[in-house]
C-alpha cells in the first residue's frame, strides 16, 4: 500500500524534525520534505507532489494564510494547521479552516517539543483523515478579505420570519471534521426567530469561543458558547466548549444547556454522543437532529435513538462531506429521515418547521 506523502511547513528547525520523525515513525506515511517557509513549500509541492501538507500559521516571508488562500485557489489539497493555543492563535486557525483547511493541531506557546511528541497520535490521526478527505476549490477566497483582527462582516439581511413556531422545538447539530464551515453553511441560512440550535462540534478548548464569535459576526441568530444551567432560547446558538461534554436538561417550564466534565465519549469530549442522547431523552419528538462532516462514528447510536423518540433527522450527502464517516454511520444506524447535500439542509429544514408550525408536541 502506498504511503501517505507529506511535507511540514514549519519555520522552527525543531518543531520540523520532531514532526518528521512522528510522521515517518508511522508505517504509512512518510516525510517527503520539510520546508521552513512557504516560498520553499511552494517548489517542493510543485516538485514532490504531496498528499497533505502540514502548516504552521505564523511564517516568515509569506503569512500562512495568504499561502493557504493562494494553495487552495491554484492547487487544492489537504492542509493540517499547526496552531498555538493563543486567543490570536485561534482567530487565524477558524480562517484557516473558512479557507480550507481540512483540520488543525493546537500545539502550547511554551514547553512545545514536548507538547508536540505528546500529540503524535493527534497529528498522525489527522494527517491520515486529511489524505481522504474531498477538497472543495470553493473554500479558496483572499486571506485578506476577512484578516484576524478586521471589523467582522456585516450580518446578513433579515429573512422571511418562520412564524409561530413552539419554543419546544430544539435543533441539534454535530460535526467533526470539516464541520466548522459546515455548520456555518447552514447557521449563516437561519432566520432570527429559529428554535434554538444546540452545537457539537469537535474542537479543544481554547478554540470554540472564537469560533462562537465568528459565527455570531456572521449569522441571523445570536451564537456563543454554552454556558452551564443557562436558558436555552429561541434565535440563539449555543456551541459545546473545547473539553467538555454538552446536553440539554429540563428545568421547570424550560430548557436549560447543561456543561460538564467527564470522560470522553466515543474518545470525544465534547460528543455528539452525549448531547444526541439528552434530545432523545429531554426533547424527543421536537427535537431536529442534523448530521454533518466528521470522522468516526460518534453520535449515529444516539441520532437513531432520536429518531426512535420522534426527532426529524437530516444527515449530510457524502458528495458534500469533507470527510463521510459521522454521516455514513449515522446512516447505516437507520437514523436519517433525509440525506441532503450541504447546501439544501438549511432550506429543507426551514420547510420542515413551516410544516409543522402550530404542531408540536408539548412538554408533559
Given at each position: 500500500m502506498a504511503k501517505i506523502k507529506v511535507v511540514v511547513v514549519d519555520d522552527?528547525?525543531?518543531?520540523?524534525?520532531?514532526?518528521?520523525?512522528?510522521?515517518?515513525?508511522?508505517?504509512?506515511?512518510?516525510?517527503?520534505?520539510?520546508?521552513?517557509?512557504?516560498?520553499?513549500?511552494?517548489?517542493?509541492?510543485?516538485?514532490?507532489?504531496?498528499?497533505?501538507?502540514?502548516?504552521?500559521?505564523?511564517?516568515?516571508?509569506?503569512?500562512?494564510?495568504?499561502?493557504?488562500?493562494?494553495?487552495?485557489?491554484?492547487?487544492?489539497?489537504?492542509?493540517?494547521?499547526?496552531?498555538?493555543?493563543?486567543?490570536?492563535?485561534?482567530?487565524?486557525?477558524?480562517?484557516?479552516?473558512?479557507?480550507?483547511?481540512?483540520?488543525?493541531?493546537a500545539k502550547p506557546k511554551i514547553g512545545v517539543a514536548d507538547g508536540i511528541r505528546l500529540l503524535a497520535q493527534d497529528i498522525t490521526d489527522k494527517i491520515r483523515i486529511a489524505s481522504k478527505a474531498r477538497i472543495h476549490r470553493s473554500h479558496a477566497a483572499p486571506a485578506s478579505a476577512a484578516a484576524p483582527g478586521a471589523a467582522p462582516a456585516p450580518k446578513p439581511a433579515p429573512m422571511a420570519s418562520l412564524g409561530r413556531l413552539s419554543t419546544e422545538k430544539i435543533i441539534f447539530i454535530g460535526a467533526s471534521t470539516g464541520g466548522t464551515e459546515a455548520t456555518?453553511?447552514?447557521?449563516?441560512?437561519?432566520?432570527?426567530?429559529?428554535?434554538?440550535?444546540?452545537?457539537?462540534?469537535?474542537?479543544?478548548?481554547?478554540?470554540?469561543?472564537?469560533?462562537?464569535?465568528?459565527?455570531?459576526?456572521?449569522?441571523?441568530?445570536?451564537?456563543?458558547?454554552?454556558?452551564?444551567?443557562?436558558?436555552?432560547?429561541?434565535?440563539?446558538?449555543?456551541?459545546?466548549?473545547?473539553?467538555?461534554?454538552?446536553?440539554v436538561e429540563r428545568s421547570g417550564a424550560n430548557y436549560i444547556a447543561r456543561v460538564q466534565d467527564g470522560e470522553p465519549v466515543n474518545r470525544h469530549k465534547p460528543s455528539v454522543e452525549v448531547l444526541f442522547n439528552s434530545a432523545a431523552r429531554v426533547v424527543g419528538p421536537n427535537a431536529l437532529g442534523i448530521m454533518l462532516t466528521g470522522m468516526g462514528a460518534d453520535g449515529a447510536k444516539a441520532m437513531k435513538a432520536m429518531k426512535d423518540a420522534g426527532a426529524y433527522n437530516l444527515v449530510q450527502d457524502e458528495a458534500s462531506c469533507v470527510v463521510f464517516g459521522m454521516p455514513r454511520e449515522a446512516i447505516n444506524a437507520g437514523a436519517a429521515d433525509e440525506v441532503l447535500p450541504l447546501s439544501q439542509i438549511a432550506p429543507r429544514l426551514l420547510e420542515r418547521l413551516r410544516s409543522t408550525a402550530g404542531f408540536s408536541t408539548n412538554r408533559v
Open positions: 522552527s528547525a525543531l518543531v520540523r524534525s520532531i514532526l518528521t520523525e512522528i510522521i515517518n515513525r508511522q508505517t504509512d506515511m512518510e516525510c517527503i520534505g520539510a520546508a521552513a517557509d512557504p516560498l520553499v513549500a511552494r517548489e517542493m509541492i510543485r516538485n514532490l507532489n504531496p498528499d497533505v501538507i502540514t502548516l504552521d500559521v505564523e511564517m516568515p516571508k509569506m503569512d500562512g494564510l495568504d499561502f493557504l488562500s493562494r494553495l487552495m485557489r491554484l492547487r487544492p489539497m489537504p492542509v493540517v494547521m499547526v496552531s498555538t493555543l493563543t486567543e490570536r492563535g485561534a482567530e487565524v486557525t477558524m480562517k484557516a479552516l473558512e479557507l480550507g483547511a481540512v483540520d488543525f493541531v456555518k453553511d447552514v447557521l449563516i441560512n437561519l432566520p432570527a426567530d429559529c428554535p434554538a440550535v444546540v452545537i457539537t462540534q469537535h474542537m479543544p478548548p481554547g478554540f470554540t469561543r472564537s469560533y462562537a464569535a465568528r459565527l455570531d459576526g456572521l449569522c441571523r441568530i445570536r451564537v456563543k458558547e454554552a454556558q452551564d444551567g443557562e436558558r436555552v432560547l429561541p434565535g440563539h446558538g449555543y456551541i459545546a466548549p473545547g473539553g467538555t461534554h454538552l446536553s
